[in-house]
């Protein structure tokens, strides 16, 4: 198993560019989550997945579109890029108990992007 | 909404010192997981707390649970060189909707001198 993918690793990117930031896990997680990473603030979430074509928002989600077409991929978009989105990105994904608890978070590595 | 305080944010050790970090909830909480993070990496699942007043070994890792639900510690006795990196507690709330969302503090970092 690969676990959860990300990609880009790097990106620069200008104000007002648009992107992609991919991500895909292999273990059948019906959870699925954005964070960002910023120094001093922890990990904060963006937008979440309980399913497919099942999506939320989360701590800090303007600026930022997700979808969840199938359960492997939930992609993360930056509309219109600004600097106040220069971040890590981390992708994860989780088993739900039957309880609505989640299980552990598997990490993706992450996605290092600038914006100027 | 709901905040996961953790303290310090910084805390600098002796090889063979004691470390703890303290986590600290505006809310009961269902359950807390803690994570560590290394220079460069991404966090990496180390424990889930799910009772009231729960305690946890991990060789010299120690979690508690706090009797209300809504604190948490994490002590590393005897650091090692390789306990470097931050540490995270992460919280979710009781009650609600939620679908299980994880509020994370701002983490600990830990650094060791040999």
């Known amino acids: 198993n690969a676990g959860v993918t990300q990609t880009p690793k790097f990106q620069v990117l200008k104000t007002g560019q648009s992107m992609t930031l991919q991500c895909a896990q292999d273990?059948?997680?019906?959870?699925m989550s954005w964070y960002r990473q910023d120094p001093g603030m922890g990990l904060r979430l963006i937008h979440y997945s309980v399913g497919a074509g099942i999506t939320d928002q989360g701590e800090v989600p303007n600026g930022y579109n997700v979808s969840r077409s199938t359960t492997e991929d939930f992609p993360l978009r930056l509309l219109s890029a600004a600097p106040s989105q220069t971040s890590v990105y981390f992708c994860?994904?989780?088993?739900?108990?039957?309880?609505?608890?989640?299980?552990?978070?598997?990490f993706g590595p992450g996605t290092r992007l600038t914006v100027l | 909404g709901q905040q996961v305080m953790q303290i310090p944010q910084y805390q600098h050790v002796q090889e063979g010192e004691d470390f703890t970090t303290y986590c600290n909830s505006s809310t009961t909480l269902s359950n807390i997981q803690w994570y560590k993070q290394r220079p460069g990496g991404h966090p990496v699942f180390l424990i889930q707390?799910?009772?009231?007043?729960e305690v946890k070994k991990q060789k010299r890792l120690t979690f508690q649970f706090g009797e209300a639900k809504k604190n948490s510690s994490l002590h590393i006795t005897a650091t090692q060189t390789t306990d470097v990196g931050t540490y995270f507690c992460a919280g979710e709330r009781a009650g609600g909707t939620s679908y299980g969302k994880l509020t994370f503090g701002q983490g600990t970092i830990l650094t060791v001198h040999p």
């Open positions: 994860a994904s989780s088993y739900l108990q039957a309880s609505g608890s989640r299980h552990e978070q598997f």
């Open positions: 707390l799910v009772k009231s007043g």
């Open positions: 273990m059948n997680h019906e959870y």
